[in-house]
């Protein structure tokens, strides 16, 4: 260690790998190591995210690309994300450069397990520093670990962190520093005869096909194949050396088996008898063992009973929190951009430019920043409970209940999440480490109900659901009507989670195990940067396609102008002023009398203004898209006015009742409480001066908003959550489909009932 | 619950006592997963918290486990012992 190379090129950027347990704290030593200056991207051709950030170091004269690498247990897996883990160390192909230094990130109060996987990483014959982390916590609990004494077992620098508190950093810099010129690690574990003679075999067939590789890597590949049977790597290299591999590899494990050793357990058993023989020399006892704080904390929170009644209680805290929070932010949001859009309207000239600006680009970014407060509050919320180690407790509670509707405990909060928004909901499914799993609640998510429904509901309820009072005054229709929209989503998720998980995601289940991590404060700067993380992600997939999409709706509904309607409404616009001006022009008018007419001048003169809008958007490419598809709407009850509405919601639900507005002349700033935008619809009529809307068309237009998925953002998101095309593409088709077929049903069942 | 004569279910197990792995009879991705978490042959096991998923501690990590993992995690039917703070 410690001894220079001759050549040594200052500035080449040498990629450092982080790897470790699953919580381990490795995300905070990533943060604590870069800072936010981090970048995210994916791996090729898996869903799994990879974090990197490149950083000097002008101290020690270094540039480093720190990669996070995700957290395992083992180098031989079976699920996406982990088998990444060994590629990447490896420099395979498609995975960067083989990184210069591995930092194995270790917990100290829970070394034994931990030291299975390190001893793994230790054989890759790459320079190694083990960062012994939360060195305080395994101290509360009564362990001292002696850091010079496991590096003289290990071979390999040991340097102890805290990394929460950011204690140990520096340190932990050094060893970098002095591994990039160090030695490679030469640690081995001595498996049994029978076993060596078939690794060193494999060994040589596996350098045969691949001479690139190091003689350290060879020898991983051949233990994470042989002894792992139908795991990732041994399907990987079967592919790549052919079936004659395959006939290999099971007659070496055959004779492992006839020599009396167990194929699976061997590497266990090996790796686990040398850690303990070697903790003794390194872990003491420093106080009396009792019972940690977390096994006196779970004997409460995980019971079935009192642990589910905490977790609701903390469950509606925390909603209630984000509403209570985030409204008055959201509303200062909405506000100073009417009040910028109201700015411009009155300083710019009037033309295609300002509509762009006002409607298209002002509305675009109000429309995505309006939902950031309350983004922002669920993602402090979540960041704290995973960060303290309750997330874990609580997807341990849930399992059992999310087991019945075929998805897994950790399934529980990305769709609680969707219920404010799915966007924050599909990224928050990152923690589900079963692929399947995870697809399946991606893919129902957009199903609960999000915040941005609720406008729709409250609109429609309060204009055509009458206030009847039902089960003697306890309920009334209107509030059952909007618990019905609420729940109908979240009830329908769960065949559909069946339905999934029979065809498109078929598979086995994954077994539930999941460590349950020592409970510990929540870390601010952690909790600061994954809040910040995310909601700049959150602003970059979400805002952009929002924005985007926005854009594109305006246009459709801003072209054509032909000259005709601006002639017609000027002339009503020129007769008008002509008749106030010879009202007002007549000396004898006294005071009070002018300014009523004034009034009514303005008032009359907004009129036009809206009348003219109105009729702009219903001759627009929208009203005509509109009026195309008024023969598929209209089973449902709607006419081309509501298909217009509905078609423009499909970039963001929430602008509906905007474009109601508009088609009803009203102007665009209605919301949903307006008496205005109520009254026009109850007076909105057939050709045959029958109502359009009644009470069957109004449920048939929530149900639909209730299931359809119409939000741009939300696709994009799943887009790039899944990294394919195919995922938001089903979702799109199968929400609409099944969005038309129930708001047909409600209608057609409804209109025979009233 | 299935019952050799020498060994016992993990799901059998009651809040407080622990055993002693004899077997994983698991398929071989689930049975090199436990393996590799530590649940090896001779490791002592506590029971934590019975049910499904149960709660389990094994060395210094206490592990959630479903139903399908408590089946095949077989114990020295011998070997079990009652923990004495649960005893009272």
């Known amino acids: 260690m410690g001894q220079s190379l001759p050549v040594h090129t200052p500035l080449r950027t040498h990629v450092v790998a982080l790897v470790g347990n699953p919580n381990t704290g490795k995300s905070t030593v990533f943060a604590a190591l870069t800072g936010i200056r981090q970048h995210t991207g994916n791996y090729p051709g898996v869903t799994v995210e990879k974090r990197s950030a490149t950083l000097n170091d002008p101290e020690r004269n270094l540039k480093l690309e720190i990669v996070d690498l995700p957290g395992t247990y083992s180098l031989s897996v079976h699920a996406d994300d982990e088998a990444i883990v060994l590629d990447a160390l490896l420099g395979s192909h498609g995975m960067g450069p083989r990184p210069d230094v591995i930092v194995a990130i270790v917990d100290a109060s829970n070394l034994r397990r931990n030291l299975f996987f390190t001893t793994q990483v230790l054989e890759l014959g790459q320079p190694v520093v083990v960062a012994l982390n939360m060195v305080d916590i395994a101290e509360h609990a009564g362990i001292a670990v002696d850091a010079k004494a496991l590096a003289k077992e290990l071979g390999v620098a040991v340097v102890p962190i805290v990394a929460s508190k950011g204690e140990g950093i520096e340190g932990l810099r050094d060893a970098i520093a002095q591994a990039i010129v160090g030695e490679p690690s030469n640690h081995c574990q001595a498996f049994p005869d029978c076993v060596c003679a078939e690794l060193d075999g494999l060994c040589a067939s596996i350098s045969q096909s691949d001479a690139s590789g190091s003689p350290g890597s060879a020898r991983a590949q051949a233990i994470q194949t042989l002894l792992a049977p139908g795991g990732y790597h041994e399907s990987k290299l079967v592919e790549r050396c052919g079936l004659g591999f395959a006939e290999e590899l099971a007659e070496r494990r055959n004779r492992i088996k006839e020599a009396g050793e167990s194929v699976v357990e061997v590497e266990a058993q090996v790796r686990y008898a040398w850690i303990d023989r070697v903790l003794p020399n390194v872990v003491s006892q420093i106080k009396q063992s009792r019972r940690s704080a977390t096994e006196t904390a779970d004997r409460f929170l995980t019971h079935r009973v009192f642990g589910l009644l905490v977790l609701i209680i903390l469950m509606g805290g925390c909603f209630q929190s984000i509403y209570a929070w985030s409204a008055p932010l959201m509303d200062a949001v909405d506000a100073s951009f009417s009040a910028i859009g109201n700015v411009i309207s009155h300083t710019m000239p009037a033309g295609a430019l300002r509509s762009l600006m006002v409607n298209g680009i002002i509305a675009g970014i109000g429309s995505i920043l309006v939902f950031l407060p309350q983004i922002v509050v669920l993602f402090f919320f979540l960041a704290i409970l995973e960060d303290c180690g309750y997330m874990a407790r609580a997807a341990f509670l849930l399992d059992r209940w999310m087991a019945l509707l075929g998805l897994n405990g950790k399934s529980f909060f990305p769709l609680l999440s969707s219920f404010a928004c799915a966007v924050p909901g599909i990224l928050a499914a990152r923690t589900i480490e079963s692929r399947r799993d995870r697809m399946v609640t991606i893919m129902i998510a957009p199903l609960m109900s999000c915040s941005a429904r609720l406008p729709v509901y409250v609109l429609l309820i309060a204009a055509f659901v009458p206030p009847v009072a039902l089960l003697g005054g306890i309920i009334n229709l209107q509030a059952l009507t909007l618990l019905a929209m609420y729940s109908i989503g979240a009830v329908v998720a769960i065949p559909i989670a069946l339905l999934l998980k029979k065809t498109v995601l078929k598979g086995k289940a994954q077994p539930f195990l999941l460590e349950l991590p020592t409970y510990k404060w929540p870390s601010p700067r952690t909790v600061f940067i994954r809040v910040y993380e995310q909601g700049r992600e959150f602003c970059v997939t979400a805002g952009t396609i929002i924005f985007a999409v926005t854009v594109v709706i305006w246009a459709l509904g801003y072209y054509p102008r032909p000259a005709s309607i601006a002639a017609a409404h000027q002339a009503q616009r020129d007769a008008l002023t002509a008749q106030f001006e010879s009202a007002i022009a007549s000396g004898d008018v006294p005071e009070i009398q002018r300014r009523e007419l004034r009034a009514t001048y303005a008032k009359e003169i907004s009129r036009i203004d809206q009348s003219e809008s109105g009729a702009y958007l219903r001759q627009s490419i929208l009203g005509r898209m509109g009026k195309f598809f008024e023969p598929v709407v209209r089973p449902l009850g709607w006419d081309w006015r509501i298909g217009t509405g509905v078609i423009a919601a499909f970039a963001a639900r929430e602008v509906v009742i905007g474009t109601l507005g508009t088609i009803y002349n009203l102007g665009e700033d209605q919301d949903e409480t307006s008496v205005g935008l109520r009254n026009q619809m109850k007076a909105a009529t057939w050709d045959d001066g029958t109502p359009v809307y009644n009470f069957p068309v109004a449920l048939s237009i929530m149900v639909f908003f209730a299931l359809c998925c119409q939000c741009a953002a939300t696709l994009a998101t799943i887009q790039r959550e899944t990294r394919s095309w195919q995922w938001p593409v089903l979702a799109f088709a199968y929400m609409t489909g099944l969005a038309y077929v129930a708001a047909l049903a409600t209608y057609q069942i409804a209109i025979r009932f009233t | ?88």
């Open chain 2, 1 to 88: 619950m299935r019952l050799t004569a020498t060994s016992i279910q993990l799901e059998a197990l009651r809040n407080g006592e622990n055993g002693t792995v004899v077997e994983i009879a698991a398929g071989e991705a689930t049975a090199k997963r436990l393996a590799d978490m530590g649940f090896v042959r001779g490791g002592r096991v506590e029971m934590l918290r019975s049910g499904r998923p149960c709660l389990v501690r094994i060395g210094q990590t206490c592990i959630g486990l479903g139903r399908e993992i408590q089946k095949v995690i077989l114990l020295d039917r011998e070997d079990l012992t009652l923990d004495s703070r649960e005893s009272d």
